[in-house]
């Protein structure tokens, strides 16, 4: 058995320009963890009992090809430990706030073939960004919250 790290980021912000992706503040992680015993429910609730945040609206890793990959729901997760081996076997997370837009990344669901190697299959979808509806490179964050305050209240716990 491969035991895995999981790595939960948080307290940075998303970047959606040129691609999306994390300008990391803090770290959290598991060391040795077996990833048979790893469910969707249990690294949602470390964001949310552990990490401070409100609700998780998406699950996201980081491939060790440099793009992020959704993951939904318990199949979400089993198609991630079918990629551990020994080459692959720390889990870089992050997540999105329920305050905070989503990022537009592929599910892992339907990542074809290696996740460490290959192409994306891209579905046929009726979105087309234009100029009006491109963020421009802005960052979204929880306004609403002092990050600095909530990360200092859920440490002092």
Same mark, same amino acid.
């Given at each position: 058995?491969?035991? $895995?790290?999981? #790595?939960?980021?948080?307290?940075?912000?998303?970047?959606?320009?040129?691609?999306?992706?994390? !300008?990391?503040?803090?770290?959290? /992680?598991?060391?040795?963890?077996? =990833?048979?015993?790893? *469910?969707?429910?249990?690294?949602?609730?470390? #964001?949310? +009992?552990?990490?401070?945040? $409100?609700?998780?609206?998406?699950?996201?890793?980081?491939? =060790?090809?440099?793009? /992020?990959?959704?993951?939904?729901?318990?199949?979400?997760?089993?198609?991630?430990?079918?990629?551990? *081996?020994?080459? /692959?076997? *720390?889990?870089?997370?992050?997540?999105?706030?329920?305050?905070?837009?989503? $990022? !537009?990344? =592929?599910?892992? $669901?339907?990542?074809?073939?290696?996740?460490?190697? *290959?192409?994306?299959?891209?579905?046929?979808?009726? /979105?087309?960004?234009?100029?009006? +509806?491109? &963020? &421009?490179?802005? @960052?979204?964050?929880?306004? !609403? #919250? +002092?990050? !600095?305050?909530?990360?200092?209240? @859920?440490?002092?716990?």
């Amino acid at each position: 058995m491969i035991e $895995v790290t999981i #790595y939960f980021h948080h307290g940075g912000e998303w970047l959606t320009s040129p691609e999306p992706h994390y !300008d990391i503040e803090w770290v959290h /992680y598991w060391k040795g963890y077996d =990833p048979d015993l790893l *469910s969707f429910i249990d690294l949602v609730n470390e #964001y949310t +009992d552990k990490l401070g945040f $409100v609700g998780v609206q998406e699950l996201i890793v980081l491939a =060790p090809t440099g793009k /992020y990959f959704e993951i939904i729901g318990n199949e979400g997760v089993r198609t991630l430990t079918s990629f551990i *081996s020994i080459d /692959y076997k *720390s889990i870089n997370l992050f997540a999105t706030e329920d305050c905070e837009l989503s $990022v !537009d990344v =592929p599910d892992i $669901v339907m990542h074809n073939g290696s996740f460490l190697l *290959s192409q994306i299959v891209n579905e046929g979808t009726n /979105y087309s960004e234009s100029e009006d +509806d491109s &963020n &421009n490179g802005m @960052v979204f964050s929880c306004s !609403d #919250y +002092d990050t !600095d305050k909530l990360e200092n209240f @859920v440490l002092k716990k």
